[in-house]
Nanobody, 118 residues
Framework: QVQLVESGGGLVQAGGSLRLSCTGS????????MGWYRQAPGKQRELVAR???????NYVDSVKGRFTISRDNAQNTVYLQMNSLKPEDTAVYYC????????????WGQGTQVTVSS
């Protein structure tokens, strides 16, 4: 089992910045990918950013150039630096890890609210 704890959400004005953190604990033996998803009210959950074990990153088009995903392997932590925030970035942000080798498992954090005021 892997437990993921997120932090860093909050209320910020448009144009501001926030950094989300997600720290994992438990049976972490092989992390294949770490990602951040978000879900706004009335909308489906979407992938925002993802980083693989090899360091490859990908982003949803709406955040390219504004958000950066990074990780600290020693701290078992993944970050999402969010700059130039817009009201449409308002959502609950969830951390997601894909771990395992022969069998892979998905783990989710509890979610952290990000609210961007106009």
């Amino acid at each position: 089992q892997v437990q993921l704890v997120e932090s860093g959400g909050g209320l910020v004005q448009a144009g501001g910045s926030l950094r989300l953190s997600c720290t994992g604990s438990g049976s972490i033996f092989r992390i294949n990918a770490m990602g951040w998803y978000r879900q706004a009210p009335g909308k489906q959950r979407e992938l925002v950013a993802r980083i693989t074990s090899g360091g490859t990153t990908n982003y949803v088009d709406s955040v390219k150039g504004r958000f950066t995903i990074s990780r600290d392997n020693a701290q078992n932590t993944v970050y999402l630096q969010m700059n130039s925030l817009k009201p449409e970035d308002t959502a609950v942000y969830y951390c997601n890890w894909n771990v395992g080798k022969t069998y892979t498992y998905e783990y989710w954090g509890q979610g952290t609210q990000v609210t961007v005021s106009s």
